[in-house]
């Protein structure tokens, strides 16, 4: 059972009109897709990722980062969205504006069926030219053989461009890379036009997709954070919810929509 929201804060929230969602790896980690900085099931806990998240450390090893990759692709397209991503979805029923701004490359919010999505980081499913960066179509073949993170010899070649022959990439922000241009300006205008601001599965430590929770607290609006554990962020927040967004977002959305559902 979770304790009740106070009063004050349950109105604030069923008053605002224009929500913004900030989502993190922690959003699709009860859809089994690991996060990044736990501290022994994280990426980062078990790869560099300088290695694998760099446009140097593909040049180094392409076929080793286009496998780590492509298995995180595979991984998430046989992935189903959780109860988190379901109660984001379900506050289009509630809120005439909500726009999930997210730092996830899997897709599951769209497939879960939120309808305004920005992307910041990429997504999996698309590939660009590494050399001329324009889009470029690739079917993973869905009998192609299974890869082994430690194992190179289960990597496959790195597919090339039809148009000039140069190694295709996936589609996603790499350390040192700038943030689309045009995602990162829509999270700007967003952040600063909501008046609730919900901030799901991130450590909010990663810039600058971490500056949005305050660009919208600063313009006013309320920021409620979901976290089994304490962030950068839990002092500025005016709630937070400790505990697993699968659980928690959906009772969350049920005590907005003024339903009675437990936890
Ligand atoms: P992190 O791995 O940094 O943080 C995940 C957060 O999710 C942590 O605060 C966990 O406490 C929380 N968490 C774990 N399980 C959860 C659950 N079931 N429900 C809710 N929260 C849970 O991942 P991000 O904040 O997404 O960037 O990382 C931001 C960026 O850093 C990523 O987009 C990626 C990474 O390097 C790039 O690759 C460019």
Redesign the pocket.
Known sequence: MNEPIAPHLLERMRAARRVIAL?????S??SGLA????PLT???SRFN?QEL?SREGFTRDPRRVWAWYLARRRKAREANPNP?HYALARLQDIYPEVVVVT???DGLHARAGSRDVVE??GNLARFRCFDEDIPVDYTDPADAAPIVDDDPTTWPDVPRCPQCGGMLRPD????GEALPVAAWTRAEETALASDLCLV???????YP?AVLPMMARQSGAMVVE????P?ELTRRAALSLR????E?LPWLVAQIAGGGASA
């Open positions: 989502t993190g790896a922690g959003v980690a009860e996060t990044f900085r736990d994280g990426y980062w990722p998240a988190g730092q996830n490359i910041l980081h996603v922000v790499w350390f799901v599965g991130t450590s909010a430590i990663v997709a979901v976290n089994p554990d962030t505990g697993p967004s699968g928690m």
